[in-house]
């Protein structure tokens, strides 16, 4: 019995070494998310999720909407939804929901006319959302029956309401399938346009823009202006999970661009270690195509 004894503790100690590092060096692992919709020479959204490369795609961008206007979606130079063009879009929806990857409505971006003007205008875009991309009923739907799977708020400017967008959003959940919430502030903490939806903590993903920033962005020279930032928004919001925003090339961001050696050996380690840590975002896929950049780091994120 003695002899059991001690071959029982020696296993005991044998497993609890193994598994000593990483209970002292956790880390989390993550997902590729990208941007789609800004060049028509990216290639489709199927194309898209057949690469097999991304686990959540927003399509850019409902870039009018607010303020009494009927809102437009603008895929550049995929199609055009004045005539109904982008219908064909929601072939590519289902498709890749069909992998398991999330693809949700990108509204805002970095131009367009878009703005919120009370609680009111903010609930009267969620219903549009809602019924024209999400889980709602209506005859002009431009990207077709495909029923989305939530609302990512790329905000660059207008007003303080959309807090209430969120809210209504969320509200709609209640309602059968989940609307899943997203945001891309830029990495200055606190967003200036972001703020106030953001504090409601009703978001599940947050990418946050470390690019055209370059007092927040990662450099080899100075990571810390880098690290600092990741960790107020870490710990100053309360969102599901948290993602690196970058450009997938030095072409499509005026500043913030990180070697793939550099994100793999620098940035992630860091990252991974927070719980909330949820992988990568770039901008765009056109991008991602020239450079090859998610190849490069998916065996990393």
Same mark, same amino acid.
């Given at each position: 019995?003695?002899?059991?004894?001690?071959?029982?503790?020696?296993?005991?100690?044998?497993?609890?070494?193994?598994?000593?590092?990483?209970?002292?060096?956790?880390?989390?692992?993550?997902?590729?998310?990208?941007?789609?919709?800004?060049?028509?020479?990216?290639?489709?959204?199927?194309?898209?999720?057949?690469?097999?490369?991304?686990?959540?795609?927003?399509?850019?961008?409902?870039?009018?909407?607010?303020?009494?206007?009927?809102?437009?979606?603008?895929?550049?130079?995929?199609?055009?939804?004045?005539?109904?063009?982008?219908?064909?879009?929601? &072939?590519?929806?289902?498709?890749?929901?069909?992998?398991?990857?999330?693809?949700?409505?990108?509204?805002?971006?970095?131009?367009?006319?878009?703005?919120? /003007?009370?609680? &009111?205008?903010?609930?009267?875009?969620?219903?549009?959302?809602?019924?024209?991309?999400?889980?709602?009923?209506?005859?002009?739907?431009?990207?077709?029956?495909?029923?989305?799977?939530?609302?990512?708020?790329?905000?660059?400017?207008?007003?303080?309401?959309?807090?209430?967008?969120?809210?209504?959003?969320?509200?709609?959940?209640?309602?059968?399938?989940?609307?899943?919430?997203?945001?891309?502030?830029?990495?200055?903490?606190?967003?200036?346009?972001?703020?106030?939806?953001?504090?409601?903590?009703?978001?599940?993903?947050?990418?946050?823009?470390?690019?055209?920033?370059?007092?927040?962005?990662?450099?080899?020279?100075?990571?810390?202006?880098?690290?600092? /930032?990741?960790?107020?928004?870490?710990?100053?919001?309360? &969102?599901?999970?948290?993602?690196? !925003?970058?450009?997938?090339?030095?072409?499509?961001?005026? /500043?913030?661009?990180?070697?793939?050696?550099?994100?793999?050996?620098?940035?992630?380690?860091?990252?991974?270690?927070?719980?909330?840590? !949820?992988?990568?975002?770039?901008?765009?896929?056109?991008?991602?195509?020239?450079?090859?950049? /998610?190849?490069?780091?998916?065996?990393?994120?």
């Amino acid at each position: 019995m003695a002899a059991l004894f001690t071959k029982f503790c020696s296993q005991a100690l044998t497993i609890f070494l193994l598994l000593l590092p990483a209970l002292f060096s956790q880390s989390y692992a993550g997902v590729v998310v990208v941007y789609w919709g800004q060049n028509g020479g990216e290639g489709s959204l199927t194309d898209t999720c057949n690469t097999g490369k991304y686990q959540i795609v927003n399509i850019g961008f409902l870039s009018k909407f607010g303020n009494g206007q009927r809102p437009e979606i603008n895929l550049a130079g995929h199609c055009n939804p004045a005539s109904n063009g982008c219908q064909g879009v929601g &072939a590519g929806i289902k498709n890749c929901q069909s992998k398991g990857i999330k693809v949700l409505l990108s509204i805002g971006g970095g131009v367009g006319n878009y703005g919120l /003007s009370s609680d &009111a205008d903010a609930n009267s875009v969620a219903d549009y959302l809602w019924n024209n991309f999400l889980g709602g009923q209506s005859n002009s739907r431009p990207l077709g029956n495909a029923v989305l799977d939530g609302i990512d708020f790329d905000i660059e400017k207008g007003g303080p309401f959309y807090a209430a967008l969120a809210r209504r959003l969320s509200d709609y959940s209640k309602r059968g399938k989940k609307v899943y919430l997203s945001a891309a502030p830029q990495c200055p903490f606190p967003d200036q346009y972001l703020n106030g939806a953001l504090s409601t903590g009703l978001f599940d993903y947050v990418w946050v823009q470390f690019y055209n920033n370059p007092q927040c962005e990662f450099t080899t020279s100075n990571p810390n202006a880098f690290k600092n /930032s990741w960790n107020k928004w870490t710990s100053s919001i309360k &969102a599901g999970q948290f993602f690196v !925003g970058l450009p997938a090339s030095r072409q499509a961001a005026g /500043s913030g661009f990180v070697n793939p050696n550099d994100l793999k050996n620098q940035v992630l380690p860091f990252v991974k270690g927070s719980p909330k840590y !949820g992988g990568v975002m770039l901008y765009d896929k056109f991008n991602d195509d020239r450079s090859g950049y /998610s190849s490069q780091i998916r065996g990393s994120v």
